[in-house]
């Protein structure tokens, strides 16, 4: 039996003609994702139930983001990001479960309750956001990344680079080199392989201490990987 090729994890596809489809992608890390992503050249689409606000917000962030049904923007897309409020999440993926057969989904979805102590991560029946979506979604690549880049940041073109690094879990090696390369678009970004989808979980879980960071400290803190 002849063992599998080995592929160096530096080495990354080319995503230049990779079209994205942004689901919430009125909302600011919707808008934040598509408007870095169109910025480095690669053709976005948002995506809302009202079609009329996704064109209003596609033509506020220019750049040639087209704004679109959810529907059409997940059929034209080949990879899908997934930035919806989490209390949408299984019924925006519930519904579009026929569009979404054969993509890369890529879910950003945070799982977070708040209170008077701050931020906190909530229970998930299947482990994360990223693991509901492998379970509704069966005949897509799921992938979780971005979870922990700051919506204020995206939106902000004054700030040319985003220092950070994205932890890409999911269970797919070709979904997440791809995901890692859109990741690498926007400069000073990095997507980093992080695991199996299984440890979605605790990458989601994390913005909880990100945004704990972010009060106390005033800023719109990232990570970084080191080492690698």
Known sequence: MTKPESRNPIELPDVSNVAV?????TGEQGRGLALRLAVSGIRVSIGSRDANRASESAAEL?????????????????????????DGHEKVLTGLRDQLVGKIVVDCVNPL????GGAFALSVADGSAAQQAAALLPESMVVGAFHHVSAVTLLDLTQETIDTDVMVVGDDRSATDTVQALAARIPGMRGIFAGKLRNAGQVEALTANLISVNRRYKAHAGLRVTDV
């Open 21 to 25: 489809g942004v689901l919430g992608g």
């Open 113 to 116: 309750g708040f209170d008077a």
């Open 62 to 86: 220019g750049h040639g983001v087209t704004g679109l049904s959810n529907e059409d923007c997940a059929s034209g897309a080949d990879v899908v990001i997934i930035a919806v409020p989490w």
